[in-house]
Nanobody
Framework: QVQLVESGGGLVQAGGSLRLSCAAS????????MGWFRQAPGKERQFVAA????????YYADSVKGRFTISRDNAQNTIYLQMNSLKAEDTAVYYC??????????????????WGRGTQVTVSS
């Protein structure tokens, strides 16, 4: 069992930065791939970024590549999402997810086993 708690969301102006954190409890954290997804009002949940269990590989949606960076600290059972050059279209609830899944499934929300409750990110233009 893994419990995930996101933090760090808020209101920021376009062009600004935020860093999201996701604290995990449970023994499987270090063996789990971790991902960030987001969901805007009226839209489906969307892949943002994922990181392998070792932290050695990271993957990004095209819409955030070059602006967002995902990282993890297995000693602290925490992952991060550094978001720079934020745009109004980045406004959404951001969710942290964990799962024991293959590399080919990192972008598929259905493959993740555990989810946080989300943190709101609002970017004003």
């Amino acid at each position: 069992q893994v419990q995930l708690v996101e933090s760090g969301g808020g209101l920021v102006q376009a062009g600004g930065s935020l860093r999201l954190s996701c604290a995990a409890s449970g023994r499987t954290f270090s063996r789990a791939a971790m991902g960030w997804f987001r969901q805007a009002p009226g839209k489906e949940r969307q892949f943002v970024a994922a990181i392998s269990r070792s932290g050695g590989s990271a993957y990004y949606a095209d819409s955030v590549k070059g602006r967002f960076t995902i990282s993890r600290d297995n000693a602290q059972n925490t992952i991060y999402l550094q978001m720079n050059s934020l745009k109004a279209e980045d406004t959404a609830v951001y969710y942290c997810a964990a799962g024991l899944l293959p590399l080919s499934s990192y972008t598929d929300s259905r493959e993740y086993d555990y989810w946080g409750r989300g943190t709101q990110v609002t970017v004003s233009s």
